[in-house]
């Protein structure tokens, strides 16, 4: 008997490559794309969905414990990322349902690379530098785009998670810089291993060149870089974002780059994503910004694509995905 896989809001899953669409199809069943506002009810999106099993979606909507009660024909859920404070995972396991989401070591060299890319756009005014030359300002007042040399800085990495580690490697190794590490769910032997020394979190805002977020979104991390904690960030520092957007109270971090507390912010990721015309980072100084595209080069995409499709099948099968989600 066919069984029903939904995509919603998991916008470049198979886009690009739609073999994997394809495989699905093989192999499961049914493949509908679905696109819904990003508020929408769980009312609403339960009719949407009555009657499919398997579920791929992106950031968006919520899918709540209210969701998963009225949609009882889910089995599986599987978010095509890593973050998924998007699903209610505990209430996806009251109904049964498995959860899972990609798993992190297939996107750390490249969300470790953007990040890297995010800072030096900062710190060499790429960017800005760039529109000088096709606006022939090519010999007006360079002084403007003065810099900083990165090998030997400070580098604060928030989050040593996979893709943390990583950049921190690139940083140790391509640029010779010290690296500090938070991470509350690590030990000091443990952090040494990933090539970090253990700080608190004070502490590292007060002695870093550069800070890189690589946290989970929580309650309690919910705008972690708000006014109070910029403040305590070293005068003339970078930050680098490529977790998520609410972890950062835009407004306060546009204050510190106006004032001139803070050297430059570059972020992949925006607290409402796409950004309202009002968003204060839009119009900030010393700001570059990309749209969440970090992952979106080919090889990332095919193996998190591929890894959805093994995942997806094996539920249809009665086995477990590579990763389960508890909480």
Not at 112 to 126: C, T
Not at 169 to 195: T, V
Not at 203 to 210: F, G, K, N, P, R
Request: net charge negative.
């Amino acid at each position: 008997m066919s069984q029903k896989v939904a995509i919603v809001n998991a916008n470049s899953f198979g886009r690009y490559f739609p073999e994997y669409i394809e495989m699905l199809k093989d192999k499961v069943g049914d493949v509908e794309r679905f696109t819904v506002d990003k508020n929408i009810s769980a009312t609403e999106l339960s009719e949407q969905l009555q009657g499919y099993e398997y579920l791929i979606v992106g950031t968006t909507p919520q899918f709540s414990e209210e969701f998963f009660k009225l949609t009882p024909s889910i089995k599986y859920i599987a978010r095509f990322g890593i973050g998924y404070n998007n699903v209610d995972v505990l209430g996806a396991k009251k109904y049964d349902v498995i959860a899972s989401n990609i798993p992190g070591v297939l996107e750390k060299e490249d969300v470790a690379e953007h990040a890297v890319g995010l800072l030096m756009s900062l710190i060499k005014h790429s960017v800005d530098g760039d529109k000088a030359v096709r606006s022939m300002e090519w010999n007006v007042n360079r002084g403007r785009f003065l810099g900083m040399r990165l090998h030997g800085k400070t580098v604060g990495v928030l989050g040593m998670g996979n893709i943390g580690k990583t950049f921190a490697h690139i940083m140790a190794n391509g640029f010779g810089c010290k690296i500090l590490g938070y991470d509350p769910y690590l030990s000091k032997e443990e952090m040494e291993k990933r090539g970090a020394e253990k700080k608190e979190l004070d502490e590292i805002l007060a002695e870093s060149d550069v800070l890189s977020l690589h946290i989970n979104l929580t309650n309690e991390s919910y705008h972690l870089m708000n006014k109070e904690c910029l403040q305590k960030v070293k005068t003339g520092a970078y930050i680098v974002n490529t977790a998520r957007g609410e972890l950062v109270d835009e407004v306060a971090m546009c204050e510190a780059l106006k004032e001139g507390k803070l050297a430059g912010y570059g972020a992949d990721v925006i607290e409402a994503e796409p950004p309202k015309e009002d968003n204060p980072l839009l119009t900030c100084p010393h700001t570059v910004l990309t749209p969440h595209l970090a992952t979106y080069n080919a090889e990332c995409n095919r193996q998190m694509c591929q890894s959805i499709v093994d995942d997806v099948v094996a539920v249809s099968k009665g086995q477990k995905p590579s990763v389960v989600l508890e909480k």
